[in-house]
């Protein structure tokens, strides 16, 4: 497993943007697919995005492509979630996890991000 740290949530205004950063440490990080997900209040945690190891593919929730765009930068052990044109839905805890490539399940998780948009 990897340990994942989470940073960039906040408070926005509906129409705003904002770049959330997850920091891996502890393992290869190029042996890990990476992927965010959201959890809102009362809801249960749903899938937001996900990008291959080496960034060629990416993968996105219907309710968030073409604002949202995830990418990695490997030398850095970072991957990225840049926010565009925020609702008042996106409002969620934000979760960075990581799973390794020869698996189908995400394995590590981070502590998660507050991201709130105001209407």
């Known amino acids: 497993q990897v340990q994942l740290v989470e940073s960039g949530g906040g408070l926005v205004q509906a129409g705003g943007s904002l770049r959330l950063s997850c920091v891996a440490s502890g393992r290869t990080f190029e042996s890990y697919a990476m992927g965010w997900f959201r959890q809102a209040p009362g809801k249960e945690r749903e899938f937001v995005a996900a990008i291959s190891w080496s960034g060629e593919s990416t993968f996105y929730a219907d309710s968030v492509k073409g604002r949202f765009t995830i990418s990695r930068d490997n030398a850095k052990n970072t991957v990225y979630l840049q926010m565009n044109s925020l609702k008042s839905e996106d409002t969620a805890v934000y979760y960075c996890?990581?799973?390794?490539?020869?698996?189908?399940?995400?394995?590590?998780w981070g502590q998660g991000t507050q991201v709130t948009v105001s209407s």
């Open positions: 996890a990581a799973r390794p490539i020869v698996t189908t399940e995400y394995d590590s």
